[in-house]
């Protein structure tokens, strides 16, 4: 499966993880989510916990006694505690090729105003596609998401 890079520029960080990670569950998968900012984490856990019950979004903060049992754990820490099937990383969070060849899914959420989150995400599909892994970019520019390019 290709790493799934989409580009924010329509929808918040919150809407378009809250959706992906609704999916996910429903497929019966674990999801580590990697961030590279703790306090972007604390806000991401506190709106995930806002949805109404039949959204019930079951996940946890890395750090407590129960992160091998989180469906859904949220972590700035390498490798994959919560042994999932899927990976989310966030914030220019890292990835390595052998996660995306191992995993069911892996997407990768950043910033499409931001320039340094353009650039970190331009660097990491270099990174990933020299390393031998497949990648699609997914962009939401026109209203819908759209795939844009495909290596």
Known sequence: MPALFYQLTRSTLEQTAETIL????KQGWRVTLRGSDVGVLA????????GDEAGFLPHGLAGGPHDADQPVLLTTGPGLPNDPQAL???GGAPVEAGEVAALSRVW???????PVSLGAARAQWRELTAAGASAQYWS???GGWEKKAER
């Open 140 to 142: 939401e520019e026109g």
């Open 108 to 114: 990768i959420l950043f910033d499409g105003v931001d």
């Open 22 to 25: 609704q999916r996910a569950l």
């Open 43 to 50: 806000r991401l856990d506190a709106a995930l916990w806002v």
């Open 88 to 90: 989310m990383a966030i």
